[in-house]
Each structure stands twice: as structure tokens, then as C-alpha cells.
């Protein structure tokens, strides 16, 4: 299944494109040319060029060295957040899924309360009382998509609940930690893989999202998001301040997106089979 996977010529470009984007996030302080904070007034608006490759903002910022700053809040905070989400929605679900009974009636209760309510409005009224910061954000992030997470992973569980090797387990007398983490997990770690490689994305578009908003990385904090909250407001006079941000996002987003469905694809017995 791994050379299925690997040999797909899209999952070579993901994983190009992201793994790309993430080294380039690791070492910008050695790659940017310029400082991401250092203002220029006297070159605003400033085109391409040897010297600023994309370009400077309004304030004379190099365009460049902040799209290479702002990889690290843009992606690492939202794949924090997905493991964050991840490691909750995993614990809870495992949980409800293998104990069954009043823990599973409670927790899968409590997934209904929080999946009843929009996800986009409960994540603002949560930054709302939390108070604007990016780590307010995370927590909110968190605190709402882990119910989705812990939905899909109960249902997974109980599909291998009753399997022959669990219940071999059972009768020799291992204790139920030791079922969850030597069983459970290594057999609905291929459904975690897809959901996590979807969810990075989602997590990416939220965090951008929200600071656009200015409710996320504040400036002059270098994030994608935040950088096409500045450039609305020269839209009109300079459309092009928009595009470098708004295609890394959407070019980010969309490569995750297609690995997760690569990655279902060739985990797929039938798709195996052809």
C-alpha cells in the first residue's frame, strides 16, 4: 500500500510542495534576504526585482522574507493544532468506542452538544472570551473540532471490537490499556493518517482565516493570513499585494487536501486490488 501510495505522480508533488515548504519555514532566518520587520517607506510598492524578489508592502516590507516567516506560524501552529485535536479526539474516541456502555453514552453526548452548534461560531465566541491571541485560537481550535475527531475514531473502534484477535486478547487476560495501545491503535492508524492529512489543511485555512480577521497572529507578526488582512486594505491601489499570500494558501491547502485523498485511495482494498 506505502508503494502505492509513493508512486502516485500527485503524492510526489504534495509531498514535494510540503515538505518543500516547511524546510524553507525551518530555515528562514537563514534564507530571507531581508529582515521581515525592517521598514522602508521610500520603497513601498516596490516591484520585483534582485534585490526583493516578490516585491514590498506598504511599508516597504520585503514581501519574500515575510512569506518565508510566515510559513512557521501558517504551518506549524496548525499542524499543533491538528495534533492537539488529534491526540484528544483519539483518547475520546478510543475510549467511548472500546469501554461501550455509560462512558460511551457520556462522551458521545457530549460529541452531540458540540457538534450541534456551527464549528465557525463556536471557534469566535470561544476566542471572543478567551481574549484575541493566537494561542486562544489554538485552544479554540482544539476545544471544537476534536468532537468530529472522536466521532470517527468510535466507529472505527467498534468495528475491530468484536474481531476475533480482541477477543482473543480478552480471554488470555490482557488488561484493556494494553488491547487499546497494542491493538487498537496500530489498527485505525491508517483512518488517523487520511483524517490528519485532511484536517492540517482545514486547520491552515482556519488559522489564516481568523487572522485575516484579526483575531489570530497580530501584527507585524509575519503569517499568511495576517498578510492579506494588510493587503485589503490597499486592494483597490495595489491588487497584487494579495496574490503572493492568497495562492500560498490555497496552493498549502490544496496539497494537503490531495494527499489526504491519495493517501485514502491506496489504503482502499479495492483500489489495492486494481
Known amino acids: 500500500m506505502l508503494k502505492v501510495f509513493l508512486r502516485n505522480p500527485m503524492t510526489q508533488l504534495c509531498l514535494f510542495v510540503i515538505i518543500g515548504t516547511a524546510l524553507l519555514g525551518l530555515f528562514a532566518p537563514w534564507i530571507a534576504p531581508h529582515d521581515p520587520y525592517e521598514n522602508n517607506i521610500l520603497m513601498k510598492f516596490a516591484p520585483p526585482s534582485w534585490e526583493y524578489w516578490l516585491g514590498t508592502d506598504q511599508l516597504g516590507r520585503c514581501v519574500f522574507s515575510r512569506m518565508l516567516y510566515g510559513i512557521q506560524p501558517t504551518l506549524f501552529l496548525s499542524i499543533l493544532t491538528m495534533l492537539g485535536t488529534i491526540g484528544l479526539g483519539l483518547a475520546m474516541g478510543v475510549l467511548a468506542g472500546y469501554m461501550r456502555g455509560p462512558v460511551d453514552e457520556v462522551i458521545m453526548r457530549v460529541v452531540d452538544v458540540m457538534l450541534s452548534f456551527p464549528s465557525q461560531i463556536m471557534i469566535l465566541a470561544v476566542v471572543a472570551l478567551l481574549g484575541v491571541d493566537i494561542q486562544n485560537v489554538i485552544i479554540a481550535n482544539i476545544f471544537i473540532k476534536w468532537a468530529w475527531y472522536a466521532r470517527m475514531i468510535r466507529t472505527a473502534v467498534v468495528k475491530y471490537t468484536g474481531m476475533n484477535f480482541v477477543l482473543f486478547s480478552k480471554s488470555i487476560g490482557s488488561g484493556d490499556g494494553y488491547i487499546m495501545s497494542r491493538h487498537m491503535l496500530p489498527c485505525i492508524a ?48 495595489n491588487p497584487e499585494q494579495m496574490l503572493v499570500p492568497g495562492i500560498a494558501v490555497v496552493v498549502l491547502v490544496g496539497c494537503f487536501n490531495l494527499l489526504g485523498d491519495s493517501l485514502r485511495d491506496a489504503l482502499d482494498p479495492k483500489e489495492v486490488r486494481l
Open 190 to 237: 491508517a483512518e488517523l493518517a487520511v483524517l490528519a492529512s485532511l484536517d492540517t489543511g482545514w486547520a491552515i485555512l482556519n488559522i489564516s482565516t481568523l487572522s485575516f480577521l484579526g483575531l489570530g497572529v497580530q501584527a507585524p507578526t509575519p503569517e499568511w493570513g495576517a498578510m492579506l488582512n494588510e493587503a485589503k486594505n490597499v486592494m483597490v491601489s
